[in-house]
């Protein structure tokens, strides 16, 4: 039987760094991609924002 075609390049998975399976792509496991969404979901992934003074846009129309 010849090897199933792989759609996506094999990279480490960003929970434990172990290989990627295609089943759970990007992670090695089920259990890493649920750690990862529990992550989100607890807000440990957040974008910093910078807030900006009030009264800066003023006077730039």
């Not at 996506?8 to 969404?37: E, G, M, N, Y």
């Not at 807030?51 to 846009?57: A, F, I, L, S």
């Amino acid at each position: 039987m010849t090897e199933p075609v792989r759609l996506r390049p094999r990279r480490p998975c960003p929970i434990c760094a172990k290989p990627s399976i295609q089943k759970a792509h990007p992670f090695c496991s089920t259990r890493c991609a649920q750690v990862d969404l529990n992550r989100w979901l607890g807000g440990h992934y957040a974008i910093p924002v910078e807030e900006e003074e009030p009264g800066e846009d003023e006077g730039k129309d």
